[in-house]
Protein backbone atom coordinates (compact mmCIF):
# COMPACT_ATOMS: atom_id res chain seq x y z
CA UNK A 1 0.00 0.00 0.00
CA UNK A 2 2.90 2.25 0.68
CA UNK A 3 3.19 2.56 -3.34
CA UNK A 4 -0.14 3.63 -3.72
CA UNK A 5 0.69 7.44 -3.65
CA UNK A 6 2.97 6.94 -6.92
CA UNK A 7 0.27 5.07 -8.46
CA UNK A 8 -1.93 7.63 -8.25
CA UNK A 9 0.51 10.43 -9.59
CA UNK A 10 1.26 7.97 -12.43
CA UNK A 11 -2.36 7.94 -12.92
CA UNK A 12 -2.76 11.90 -12.89
CA UNK A 13 0.41 12.08 -15.28
CA UNK A 14 -1.38 9.47 -17.78
CA UNK A 15 -4.52 11.62 -17.55
CA UNK A 16 -3.68 14.20 -17.91
CA UNK A 17 -0.84 13.43 -21.23
CA UNK A 18 -4.08 11.70 -22.74
CA UNK A 19 -6.03 14.73 -22.28
CA UNK A 20 -3.46 16.90 -23.55
CA UNK A 21 -2.69 14.58 -26.51
CA UNK A 22 -6.17 14.67 -27.57
CA UNK A 23 -7.13 18.27 -27.07
CA UNK A 24 -7.42 19.40 -30.47
CA UNK A 25 -7.53 23.41 -29.68
CA UNK A 26 -4.07 25.06 -29.53
CA UNK A 27 -5.32 27.37 -26.57
CA UNK A 28 -6.95 24.81 -24.28
CA UNK A 29 -3.65 22.17 -25.49
CA UNK A 30 -1.76 25.00 -23.72
CA UNK A 31 -4.08 24.70 -20.29
CA UNK A 32 -4.24 21.05 -20.00
CA UNK A 33 -0.35 21.02 -20.92
CA UNK A 34 0.49 23.02 -17.59
CA UNK A 35 -1.46 20.63 -15.87
CA UNK A 36 0.14 17.86 -17.10
CA UNK A 37 3.18 19.88 -15.96
CA UNK A 38 1.67 20.29 -12.10
CA UNK A 39 0.99 16.34 -12.36
CA UNK A 40 4.38 15.32 -13.22
CA UNK A 41 5.63 17.77 -10.56
CA UNK A 42 4.01 16.08 -8.26
CA UNK A 43 4.84 12.40 -9.24
CA UNK A 44 8.34 13.43 -9.02
CA UNK A 45 7.56 14.89 -5.76
CA UNK A 46 6.28 11.69 -4.52
CA UNK A 47 9.49 9.86 -6.24
CA UNK A 48 11.39 11.51 -3.88
CA UNK A 49 12.80 14.12 -6.52
CA UNK A 50 12.17 17.64 -5.52
CA UNK A 51 14.93 19.24 -7.65
CA UNK A 52 13.73 17.35 -10.71
CA UNK A 53 10.09 18.76 -9.63
CA UNK A 54 10.81 22.47 -9.37
CA UNK A 55 12.51 22.22 -12.88
CA UNK A 56 9.32 20.69 -14.12
CA UNK A 57 6.99 22.88 -12.20
CA UNK A 58 8.80 26.08 -14.05
CA UNK A 59 9.68 24.31 -17.55
CA UNK A 60 6.63 22.70 -17.78
CA UNK A 61 3.71 24.22 -15.94
CA UNK A 62 4.62 28.11 -16.53
CA UNK A 63 7.31 28.70 -19.85
CA UNK A 64 6.24 25.97 -22.45
CA UNK A 65 2.82 26.96 -21.98
CA UNK A 66 3.24 30.49 -22.22
CA UNK A 67 5.27 30.39 -25.34
CA UNK A 68 2.27 28.10 -26.94
CA UNK A 69 0.21 30.84 -25.87
CA UNK A 70 2.07 33.49 -27.37
CA UNK A 71 3.03 31.72 -30.51
CA UNK A 72 -1.06 30.83 -31.44
CA UNK A 73 -1.52 34.88 -30.85
CA UNK A 74 1.19 35.95 -33.22
CA UNK A 75 -0.12 32.70 -36.06
CA UNK A 76 -3.96 33.54 -35.32
CA UNK A 77 -3.17 37.69 -35.70
CA UNK A 78 -1.62 37.46 -39.36
CA UNK A 79 -4.60 37.17 -41.36
CA UNK A 80 -7.12 39.48 -39.39
CA UNK A 81 -4.24 42.23 -40.15
CA UNK A 82 -4.10 40.80 -43.99
CA UNK A 83 -7.78 40.54 -44.66
CA UNK A 84 -9.04 43.15 -47.10
CA UNK A 85 -11.97 43.79 -44.90
CA UNK A 86 -11.83 46.95 -42.43
CA UNK A 87 -11.87 45.22 -39.44
CA UNK A 88 -8.37 46.09 -38.27
CA UNK A 89 -9.58 46.94 -34.75
CA UNK A 90 -8.53 43.86 -32.80
CA UNK A 91 -5.12 45.28 -32.19
CA UNK A 92 -4.63 44.62 -28.48
CA UNK B 1 4.51 3.11 -50.58
CA UNK B 2 0.99 2.73 -49.81
CA UNK B 3 -0.90 2.95 -46.48
CA UNK B 4 -1.01 -1.14 -46.11
CA UNK B 5 2.86 -1.70 -46.60
CA UNK B 6 3.49 1.86 -44.51
CA UNK B 7 1.50 0.16 -41.75
CA UNK B 8 3.57 -2.58 -41.81
CA UNK B 9 6.86 -1.32 -41.93
CA UNK B 10 5.54 0.91 -38.54
CA UNK B 11 4.32 -2.12 -37.36
CA UNK B 12 8.00 -3.97 -37.56
CA UNK B 13 9.46 -1.07 -36.19
CA UNK B 14 6.93 -0.89 -32.83
CA UNK B 15 7.75 -4.75 -32.25
CA UNK B 16 10.99 -4.39 -32.49
CA UNK B 17 11.31 -1.49 -29.89
CA UNK B 18 8.68 -2.79 -27.91
CA UNK B 19 10.86 -6.50 -28.01
CA UNK B 20 13.88 -4.26 -26.61
CA UNK B 21 12.08 -2.33 -24.20
CA UNK B 22 10.95 -5.48 -22.75
CA UNK B 23 14.55 -7.16 -22.68
CA UNK B 24 16.16 -4.21 -21.20
CA UNK B 25 13.53 -4.01 -18.35
CA UNK B 26 13.34 -7.23 -17.22
CA UNK B 27 17.10 -6.58 -16.28
CA UNK B 28 16.04 -3.96 -14.50
CA UNK B 29 16.35 -3.57 -10.37
CA UNK B 30 12.95 -3.99 -8.94
CA UNK B 31 10.91 -0.71 -8.45
CA UNK B 32 12.02 1.05 -4.33
CA UNK B 33 14.54 -1.65 -3.87
CA UNK B 34 17.22 -0.93 -1.26
CA UNK B 35 20.49 -1.79 -3.51
CA UNK B 36 22.14 1.41 -5.40
CA UNK B 37 25.14 1.22 -6.67
CA UNK B 38 25.26 4.77 -8.16
CA UNK B 39 23.23 6.79 -5.89
CA UNK B 40 25.33 5.14 -2.82
CA UNK B 41 28.80 6.39 -3.98
CA UNK B 42 27.08 9.77 -5.35
CA UNK B 43 25.93 10.20 -1.75
CA UNK B 44 29.39 9.16 -0.38
CA UNK B 45 30.97 11.44 -2.89
CA UNK B 46 28.92 14.24 -1.68
CA UNK B 47 29.10 13.84 1.55
CA UNK B 48 33.42 13.75 1.22
CA UNK B 49 32.94 17.54 -0.60
CA UNK B 50 30.63 18.97 2.01
CA UNK B 51 28.02 19.47 -0.41
CA UNK B 52 24.37 18.62 1.66
CA UNK B 53 22.44 18.08 -1.71
CA UNK B 54 23.59 15.99 -3.27
CA UNK B 55 21.83 16.51 -7.05
CA UNK B 56 23.82 19.24 -7.21
CA UNK B 57 26.94 18.15 -6.32
CA UNK B 58 26.52 14.90 -9.10
CA UNK B 59 25.53 17.93 -11.33
CA UNK B 60 27.88 21.01 -10.77
CA UNK B 61 30.79 18.56 -9.34
CA UNK B 62 31.05 14.90 -9.85
CA UNK B 63 29.37 15.35 -13.35
CA UNK B 64 29.90 19.22 -14.10
CA UNK B 65 31.33 18.68 -17.25
CA UNK B 66 27.50 17.49 -18.58
CA UNK B 67 26.08 20.56 -17.33
CA UNK B 68 28.71 22.59 -19.48
CA UNK B 69 26.63 21.18 -22.23
CA UNK B 70 23.37 21.25 -20.76
CA UNK B 71 24.38 25.08 -20.36
CA UNK B 72 25.99 25.47 -23.83
CA UNK B 73 22.49 23.68 -25.48
CA UNK B 74 20.18 26.58 -23.93
CA UNK B 75 22.49 29.12 -25.03
CA UNK B 76 22.34 27.87 -28.67
CA UNK B 77 18.88 27.82 -28.07
CA UNK B 78 18.30 30.81 -27.27
CA UNK B 79 20.85 32.51 -29.91
CA UNK B 80 18.78 30.56 -32.27
CA UNK B 81 15.36 32.41 -31.46
CA UNK B 82 17.26 35.34 -31.18
CA UNK B 83 18.18 35.12 -34.61
CA UNK B 84 14.78 33.57 -36.17
CA UNK B 85 12.27 35.61 -34.61
CA UNK B 86 14.36 39.43 -35.11
CA UNK B 87 12.29 41.87 -36.58
CA UNK B 88 12.41 41.19 -40.31
CA UNK B 89 12.44 43.74 -42.64
CA UNK B 90 8.97 43.72 -44.02
CA UNK B 91 7.78 44.24 -39.94
CA UNK B 92 7.15 47.19 -37.84
CA UNK B 93 6.73 47.80 -34.54
CA UNK B 94 4.23 49.31 -32.88
CA UNK B 95 3.60 49.63 -29.63
CA UNK B 96 0.51 47.93 -27.77
CA UNK B 97 -1.90 50.01 -26.40
CA UNK B 98 -1.98 49.66 -22.26
CA UNK B 99 -4.95 47.32 -21.21
CA UNK B 100 -6.93 48.25 -18.34
CA UNK B 101 -5.25 45.52 -15.48
CA UNK B 102 -8.19 44.69 -12.57
CA UNK B 103 -6.94 46.18 -9.06
CA UNK B 104 -7.16 42.97 -7.62
CA UNK B 105 -4.75 41.49 -9.76
CA UNK B 106 -2.34 44.53 -9.71
CA UNK B 107 -2.33 44.52 -5.99
CA UNK B 108 -1.58 40.37 -5.99
CA UNK B 109 1.38 40.78 -8.89
CA UNK B 110 2.74 43.60 -7.30
CA UNK B 111 3.08 41.97 -4.06
CA UNK B 112 4.23 38.67 -4.86
CA UNK B 113 6.49 40.30 -7.50
CA UNK B 114 9.37 40.92 -5.27
CA UNK B 115 8.22 37.95 -2.87
CA UNK B 116 9.20 35.81 -6.39
CA UNK B 117 12.56 37.66 -7.01
CA UNK B 118 13.02 36.81 -3.40
CA UNK B 119 12.51 33.42 -3.41
CA UNK B 120 14.32 32.70 -6.83
CA UNK B 121 17.34 34.55 -5.61
CA UNK B 122 17.49 32.01 -2.48
CA UNK B 123 17.08 29.12 -4.36
CA UNK B 124 20.11 29.81 -6.53
CA UNK B 125 22.06 31.04 -3.15
CA UNK B 126 21.38 27.75 -1.69
CA UNK B 127 21.49 25.18 -4.55
CA UNK B 128 24.43 23.16 -2.52
CA UNK B 129 22.20 23.14 0.59
CA UNK B 130 18.35 22.46 -0.41
CA UNK B 131 16.74 21.37 -3.18
CA UNK B 132 16.94 23.46 -6.27
CA UNK B 133 19.51 25.42 -7.73
CA UNK B 134 21.11 27.80 -10.27
CA UNK B 135 18.68 26.31 -13.30
CA UNK B 136 15.40 26.19 -10.73
CA UNK B 137 15.89 29.44 -9.20
CA UNK B 138 17.00 31.23 -12.35
CA UNK B 139 13.66 30.29 -14.02
CA UNK B 140 11.82 31.54 -11.06
CA UNK B 141 13.61 35.04 -11.32
CA UNK B 142 12.45 35.15 -14.68
CA UNK B 143 9.12 34.39 -13.85
CA UNK B 144 9.32 37.14 -11.46
CA UNK B 145 10.11 39.97 -13.71
CA UNK B 146 7.09 39.21 -15.88
CA UNK B 147 4.81 39.55 -13.05
CA UNK B 148 5.02 43.27 -13.93
CA UNK B 149 3.52 42.66 -17.48
CA UNK B 150 0.35 41.30 -15.78
CA UNK B 151 0.45 44.07 -13.47
CA UNK B 152 0.97 47.25 -14.74
CA UNK B 153 1.28 46.75 -19.07
CA UNK B 154 4.11 45.81 -21.38
CA UNK B 155 5.74 48.72 -21.53
CA UNK B 156 6.72 48.57 -17.99
CA UNK B 157 7.98 45.43 -18.34
CA UNK B 158 10.44 46.24 -21.15
CA UNK B 159 12.18 49.45 -19.19
CA UNK B 160 12.43 47.09 -16.49
CA UNK B 161 14.28 44.39 -18.65
CA UNK B 162 16.22 45.75 -21.40
CA UNK B 163 17.01 42.99 -23.67
CA UNK B 164 20.55 43.72 -24.44
CA UNK B 165 21.59 44.08 -21.32
CA UNK B 166 20.17 40.80 -20.41
CA UNK B 167 21.52 39.19 -23.50
CA UNK B 168 25.04 40.03 -22.21
CA UNK B 169 23.59 38.73 -18.90
CA UNK B 170 23.40 35.43 -20.50
CA UNK B 171 26.84 35.33 -22.32
CA UNK B 172 28.59 36.66 -19.17
CA UNK B 173 27.24 33.47 -17.38
CA UNK B 174 28.53 30.84 -19.98
CA UNK B 175 31.99 32.66 -19.89
CA UNK B 176 31.52 32.65 -16.37
CA UNK B 177 30.82 28.71 -16.03
CA UNK B 178 33.44 27.90 -18.46
CA UNK B 179 36.43 29.91 -16.94
CA UNK B 180 35.43 28.45 -13.05
CA UNK B 181 36.17 25.53 -15.10
CA UNK B 182 39.69 26.77 -16.70
CA UNK B 183 40.43 27.84 -13.00
CA UNK B 184 40.44 24.03 -11.94
CA UNK B 185 43.10 23.70 -15.16
CA UNK B 186 45.29 26.65 -14.06
CA UNK B 187 45.05 24.74 -10.49
CA UNK B 188 47.08 22.26 -11.38
CA UNK B 189 43.93 19.73 -11.34
CA UNK B 190 41.73 18.97 -14.04
CA UNK B 191 39.22 21.43 -16.19
CA UNK B 192 35.90 21.77 -13.76
CA UNK B 193 37.72 20.26 -11.00
CA UNK B 194 36.55 21.43 -7.56
CA UNK B 195 39.52 23.18 -6.14
CA UNK B 196 38.06 26.00 -4.20
CA UNK B 197 38.05 25.09 0.06
CA UNK B 198 35.26 23.14 0.99
CA UNK B 199 33.95 25.15 3.92
CA UNK B 200 31.82 23.54 6.76
CA UNK B 201 29.36 21.00 5.49
CA UNK B 202 25.64 22.09 5.52
CA UNK B 203 26.79 26.28 5.28
CA UNK B 204 26.39 28.64 2.77
CA UNK B 205 29.78 28.64 2.46
CA UNK B 206 30.06 24.91 1.54
CA UNK B 207 30.57 22.71 -1.67
CA UNK B 208 34.18 24.67 -2.81
CA UNK B 209 33.03 25.62 -6.66
CA UNK B 210 29.00 24.26 -6.53
CA UNK B 211 27.90 27.74 -5.56
CA UNK B 212 30.13 29.59 -7.73
CA UNK B 213 29.04 27.42 -10.48
CA UNK B 214 24.92 27.32 -9.27
CA UNK B 215 25.30 31.37 -9.19
CA UNK B 216 27.20 31.31 -13.27
CA UNK B 217 24.10 29.19 -14.03
CA UNK B 218 21.72 31.05 -12.21
CA UNK B 219 22.68 34.06 -13.88
CA UNK B 220 22.58 32.36 -17.55
CA UNK B 221 19.43 30.99 -16.73
CA UNK B 222 17.23 33.44 -15.48
CA UNK B 223 18.61 36.11 -18.66
CA UNK B 224 18.14 33.50 -21.04
CA UNK B 225 14.78 33.35 -20.26
CA UNK B 226 14.28 36.56 -20.18
CA UNK B 227 15.72 37.14 -23.50
CA UNK B 228 13.43 34.30 -25.18
CA UNK B 229 10.75 35.54 -23.73
CA UNK B 230 10.89 39.23 -24.77
CA UNK B 231 11.90 37.49 -28.46
CA UNK B 232 7.80 35.52 -28.34
CA UNK B 233 6.34 38.83 -26.57
CA UNK B 234 7.87 40.64 -28.94
CA UNK B 235 6.31 38.92 -31.43
CA UNK B 236 2.87 38.64 -30.06
CA UNK B 237 2.49 41.97 -29.17
CA UNK B 238 4.67 44.48 -30.81
CA UNK B 239 5.52 43.46 -34.03
CA UNK B 240 3.12 43.63 -37.10
CA UNK B 241 3.63 43.60 -41.29
CA UNK B 242 4.62 46.69 -42.72
CA UNK B 243 1.46 48.28 -44.60
CA UNK B 244 1.29 47.93 -48.08
CA UNK B 245 4.56 45.32 -48.50
CA UNK B 246 2.41 41.93 -48.73
CA UNK B 247 5.05 39.94 -49.58
Known amino acids: MTELPVLLGLLLATTAGTAAALTRDPVHQA????????????????????????????????LTPLMVLLSVRKVRRRPRE??????????? | MNKTVRLWVLGVGCAGVALLFVGAFRRLPEFGGSHHPYGARAVAAALHRHT?????????????FDTLGEQAILFGAVLGTVVVLRQARDERRVPPEPAVVAPTVRRYALVSLPLTLLVGLYVVAHGQLSPGGGFQGGLVVATALHLLYVAVDYRALERL????????????????YLLLG???????ASFLANVLPLGTFNTLASGGLV??????????????????LAQFLDQALELVPREGEHR
Open chain 2, 211 to 228: PLLNAAIGIEVASAAVVL
Open chain 2, 182 to 188: LAGLFAG
Open chain 1, 31 to 62: LVLSVLGLALALLFTLLQAPDVALSQLAVGTV
Open chain 2, 52 to 64: ANVVSSVNFDQRS
Open chain 2, 161 to 176: RPVPVFALADAFGDVA
Open chain 1, 82 to 92: DSPADGRGGKR
